[in-house]
């Protein structure tokens, strides 16, 4: 159910796919080799890449400049190192935000020997070019997104979330089988509802993991959980 609003899909079966034996992605938006231009990203919000990473294996050291990276692991473990000095291991609950700006150089492997690592990659446009490049991490007490909406990133690091340099919130939620939750986004900004896995019900649309809906502003968007289920919300100018 929706109030005074249209809802665009996004149909996670037409997504795009990399699959290079190690590792198995869905692109939610154009990304390297696949090119589609009705997915050229959503106001600037430009990458949702949904990783199936193979036991030790990754993404050796390459470079990024001027974009926010977020990575949020779904399941298994990721190990990070990067050209300022600073590594760690990604977990569920954990959130990576880094910080490209003039330039940065990073590697990324799945951390288990034994199993797959799941992830989003997501890439945000800044809204300031030419910051000092920056990484972030944090732990998030899956308490605090368990039938609720938890702040992940906001450009003034609110409610202990992490510091964007973009206009841009995002929140995640674990929603129950039954239970109902509101997206509501102010008049001036614009939704993009990600299922991360699950499977919900959105102004009677059923969508499973991979799907997407966006909307303008000003309204409230229910969400219903057709079983249990993982979103990500953003809040876009």
Known sequence: MTVQTQLKVWDGSTRGRTEIGWLNRAHSFSFGRYFDPDR???????VI???VIKAS???GIHPHSEMEILTWVLDGKI????????SGEIVPGDLQLMSAGTGIRHSEFNGLDD????????????SVAGVEPGY????FDVAGRTDQWQLLVSPEARDGS????AEAEVSVAVLSTGRELDAVISADRHGYLHVARGKVEVDGRELSSGDAVSFSGGSTVLIRGLEASELMLFDLE
């Open 40 to 46: 050229m990203g959503f106001r600037s919000l430009r």
């Open 115 to 126: 199993a797959p690592t799941h992830l989003l990659q997501i890439w945000i446009e800044p």
């Open 136 to 139: 972030q991490q944090a732990s």
């Open 57 to 59: 294996r990754g993404f």
């Open 49 to 51: 890449n949904d990783d």
């Open 162 to 165: 992490l510091k964007i340099h």
């Open 79 to 86: 190990v990070h190192e990067d050209s300022t000095g600073k």
